[in-house]
């Protein structure tokens, strides 16, 4: 016994230890094959000319390609490796000028580090810029690079441009593929979400759906502008992955499907499976009979509906560009149902039509809107000066201090303190971790192979690691990207195995400038505002709760739907910064603890919300707005009660009088019940939630 609490004592922390698990993900051979190709081929090339730094430079760029090419659609990877590169090219100039130049150069990337932080808020495209503006800075400051100054940023371009041609060359063949896939494998995710009701699994599938919804749709439409009006492929896809938002709604509703009636029919889940294999082969053949049993009740009638209007939208040959909030499908069985109906037509959807489920403003509009928001954010603002000060400090240590002129110091300090790659401090442990685990690669190979044609088969294999184990975790990354540089680097200085102890003394002094002055010195990094984000989200809810039964339709509906998508994006987000904070150090992983079963109650609520609606769309009676009002008091007086941490006052709500839990109540074809015991489902939601919050808060 005393021997087991001693193994406890010496076991690392669960917030510690996460990062170090390897996420479940599958291989991308094709990224792999690439990878292999771009970083090994230009080396071929530099030693074939007599040239192997040129060579090195280029394979620099073409790791930078690599690690940034993360999307699907052929059309974004354009943009995602081309936008990047040329930040690069502007980084390594700035930093090529200032090489050598001691206090000088300390300045210039100070200010580039501040320029790189809040460039970074814009969005997923100008954060990957704003890395690679820094880092090549850092790295154009560090090491000899090929004169005259314009020979680096050539070459790192042309490092990116040999990625994007491999990128490319399978457009014409697979063209669409990826965007078919996408929404194919949400109505797949949707099925499985169909199967799942009522049991154990359902909560998981439900967020498996969020992710699903929430990737199809950014695939889609991050880059939208007038493309839209002229391909009629996408605008099908985009119609097609509408139509299954009334089957997701539906599907919530077969929650509550009495337990005496058994689990769902398979009919249901394997219709939507049909649809999806349609989708996938890019076909509009949808058997004209589903194979639906008749319905027994408001949740059937409901999934029976939204699977026929989906079932048309498949089968339209011709889709409205605007979408299938535009077009009625054709044929007596398909009509769109009364929480898809379209809303009433307004002047100005000629020049921007609505999105009736919170799709993203076209690109001009969120640059605009982005940029603003960077200048005039304090979070920008803040998150700019603090990687100022680390790069700023960094560089100052290296000049100052007797260590060998390196430019790992603020390498290290431009990955870890990236905001979106996750918690601070943890990223600075498993920067170390992987660290010192890739230089155990890339210590042999210093040691034993020297410079020349070996460099390629070897980088050829070590290249293949980096998309292979990325999506594992950051150590992984780390640690297969740690020997590539290397590498590369000793092409530049020629100081093969003695780089190695000094990178990882660089990296620990890295890690320690941004543990104290990233981390310990900002308080806001340690005193998370979880619980305003949490407060946020709940007080949504409410607004979506008094929304959902409120009396109007066309624009009221539309507002609905639009607002649901964007409640469960924000949900999305807030669960992703409370899987972010259980990742550190107490106090915060510990209050990340204590709120996430809440987190997981208000995801509750929103799905109840949804399916009492549907169920009162589908038979049920609409509820008392005395019923709507002290619910959404109680979410009120629960969102104000996180905001100042005191006590959750008592629920002012009317007596529960639907079933006790367990209870498998009336059956689905039984007369409709009373209109206020149909909110019961969603007021043990939302008591279950304060009950959950009133110990936290007290």
């Known amino acids: ?9 010496l076991t690392p922390p669960s917030w510690l230890t996460a990062g170090l698990r390897p996420h479940p993900a599958p291989v991308p051979w094709a990224a792999v094959a690439r990878a292999s190709v771009a970083l090994s081929a230009p080396l071929a090339v530099g030693f074939a000319t007599d040239r192997p730094e040129y060579g090195a430079l280029v394979s620099m760029g073409a790791l930078s390609a690599v690690i940034g090419d993360t999307a699907d659609a052929y059309r974004m990877r354009v943009f995602n490796i081309a936008v990047p590169q040329l930040f690069g090219a502007v980084g390594v100039t700035l930093g090529t000028l200032v090489y050598g130049e001691g206090w000088p150069a300390v300045v210039v990337l100070t200010v580039v580090a501040l320029v790189s932080g809040m460039i ?3 969005g997923a495209v100008a954060s990957v810029s704003g890395l690679l503006l820094l880092l090549n800075a850092v790295v154009g400051a560090g090491l000899p690079m090929p004169q005259p100054w314009w020979k680096a940023p050539l070459l790192l371009s042309l490092g990116g441009l040999v990625v994007l041609v491999l990128t490319l060359f399978a457009w014409p063949l697979r063209g669409g593929v990826p965007e078919r896939e996408a929404v194919a494998g949400t109505y797949r995710t949707v099925a499985g979400f169909l ?18 919804l929430n990737g199809s749709y950014d695939l889609l439409l991050a880059h939208r502008t007038r493309r839209h009006g002229r391909s009629p492929g996408l605008a099908r896809l985009v119609a097609r992955l509408n139509a299954v938002i009334p089957i997701v709604e539906a599907a919530s509703a077969a929650k509550l499907r009495p337990t005496r009636l058994g689990p769902l029919p398979e009919a249901y889940p394997a219709a939507v499976l049909t649809l999806a294999d349609a989708i996938g082969q890019g076909s509009a053949a ?6 639906l049993p008749p319905p027994t009740g408001p949740s059937e009638r409901a999934l029976d509906q939204a699977l026929r209007y989906a079932a048309a939208v498949v089968a339209e040959p011709v889709p409205d560009p605007r979408g299938p909030h535009r077009s009625t499908p054709h044929g007596p069985h398909h009509a769109v149902p009364h ?27 969120r640059l605009r809107r982005t940029a603003r928001a960077a200048l005039l954010s304090g979070a920008s603002w803040r998150y700019g000066l603090r990687l100022a000060l680390c790069i700023g400090l960094a560089q100052a240590v290296v000049s100052v201090l007797p260590v060998p002129r390196s430019y790992w110091v603020a390498l290290t300090v431009t990955f870890v303190l990236k905001p979106d790659f996750g918690s601070v401090f943890s990223r600075a442990v498993l920067r170390a971790l992987g660290t010192a685990a890739g230089l155990l690669i890339a210590a042999p190979v210093l040691a034993e192979v020297p410079i020349g044609w ?15 184990v990325s999506a594992k975790g950051y150590a992984f990354q780390t640690a297969a990207i740690t020997p590539v540089i290397l590498l590369l680097s000793d092409l530049l200085n020629h100081q093969g195995f003695r780089l190695v102890l000094p990178r990882l003394y660089d990296s620990l002094i890295g890690c320690a400038i941004v543990l104290v002055a990233g981390y310990l010195c900002w308080p806001e990094s340690w005193h998370t505002r979880i619980g305003d984000r949490l407060a946020d989200a709940v007080g949504d809810t409410a607004a979506y709760v008094a929304m959902a039964f409120a009396a109007g339709p066309g624009r009221d509906q539309t507002s609905r739907l639009r607002h649901r998508r964007r409640l469960y994006r924000d949900l999305s987000a807030v669960r992703s910064e409370f899987q972010r904070a259980l990742t550190e150090p107490p106090p915060t992983a510990t209050r990340a603890a204590a709120w996430w079963p809440l987190v997981i109650a208000v995801e509750r609520v929103v799905e109840a919300t949804t399916a009492t609606r549907v169920r009162v769309e589908h038979g049920e009676p609409a509820p008392p707005s005395a019923g709507v009002g002290a619910i959404t008091r109680d979410l009120d007086a629960l969102a ?18 639907s079933e006790p839990p367990g209870s498998s109540g009336p ?20 008591l279950a939630a304060c009950a959950i919050a009133s110990p936290v808060l007290r």
Do not use: F, Y
Request: a neutral charge.
């Open 1 to 9: 016994m005393a021997r087991r609490t001693r193994a406890a004592r």
């Open 120 to 122: 970074s808020s814009i």
């Open 195 to 212: 199967r799942a009701a009522g049991t154990p699994a359902h909560d998981e599938r439900r967020q498996a759906v969020t992710q699903s």
């Open 286 to 291: 949808v058997p004209a009979d589903l194979g």
């Open 339 to 365: 929480h898809a109906a379209p809303p009433a037509p307004d002047p100005s959807d000629a020049v921007h039509p609505p999105d009736p489920l919170g799709r993203p403003a076209g690109p001009r509009v």
């Open 454 to 468: 070996w460099d390629v088969p070897t980088m050829a294999l070590l290249a293949t690691l980096i998309p292979a």
């Open 640 to 657: 104000t009660a996180l905001r100042t941490g005191t006590a959750l006052p008592g629920s002012t709500g009317p007596a529960d009088r």
């Open 667 to 686: 059956p689905e074809d039984a007369a409709p019940q009373d209109a206020d015991d149909v909110l019961g489902p969603l007021r043990r939601e939302v």
